[in-house]
C-alpha cells in the first residue's frame, strides 16, 4: 500500500524559510514521481512542485520559482521541499503526491494526474 506522510509544515514570519519532508513506503521509490500540492482556505488545490526520481527531473510553478527548492533522497524514501523567503499567500496545507504514470515537465501540475496522497501539513506565514 502507498503510504505518504508529510511533515515540517508550521508558523513562520514573512521572510522566512520552512523544510518539508514527505516520507514514501509501500513502493519502488525511484520508478515514480513525487510532486507538492497546496491549498488555502477558498481555493482551488495548486501545483507547487514536482521531481521526477528516477532523473531528478523537476518543476516549479512560477509563484514559487526561485525561492522552493525540491530535492530527494532515495536512502530514505524521502522527498523535500526547501522553501525559502516565504510569503503570506504561500499559507496552505501543503501536500504532496505520487503516481506511477507521471513524469515531471514544463507542461504544468494538476491534482487529477495523481492518485496517492498524504494527509497533509499546514504551513503558516505571518505578515
Known amino acids: 500500500e502507498v503510504q505518504l506522510v508529510e511533515t515540517g509544515g508550521g508558523l513562520v514570519q514573512a521572510g522566512g524559510s520552512l523544510k518539508l519532508s514527505c516520507a514514501a513506503s509501500?513502493?519502488?521509490?525511484?520508478?515514480?514521481?513525487i510532486a507538492w500540492f497546496r491549498q488555502a482556505p477558498g481555493n482551488e488545490r495548486e501545483g507547487v512542485s514536482c521531481i521526477s526520481i528516477n532523473d531528478n527531473t523537476t518543476y516549479y510553478a512560477d509563484s514559487v520559482k526561485g525561492r522552493f527548492t525540491i530535492s530527494s533522497d532515495n536512502a530514505k524514501n524521502t522527498v523535500y521541499l526547501q522553501m525559502n523567503r516565504l510569503k503570506p499567500e504561500d499559507t496552505a496545507v501543503y501536500y504532496c503526491?505520487?503516481?506511477?504514470?507521471?513524469?515531471?515537465?514544463?507542461?504544468?501540475?494538476?491534482?487529477?494526474?495523481?492518485?496517492?496522497w498524504g494527509q497533509g501539513t499546514q504551513v503558516t506565514v505571518s505578515s
Open positions: 503526491a505520487t503516481d506511477a504514470d507521471y513524469y515531471c515537465s514544463d507542461d504544468g501540475l494538476y491534482d487529477f494526474d495523481f492518485h496517492s
Open positions: 509501500g513502493f519502488t521509490f525511484d520508478g515514480y514521481a
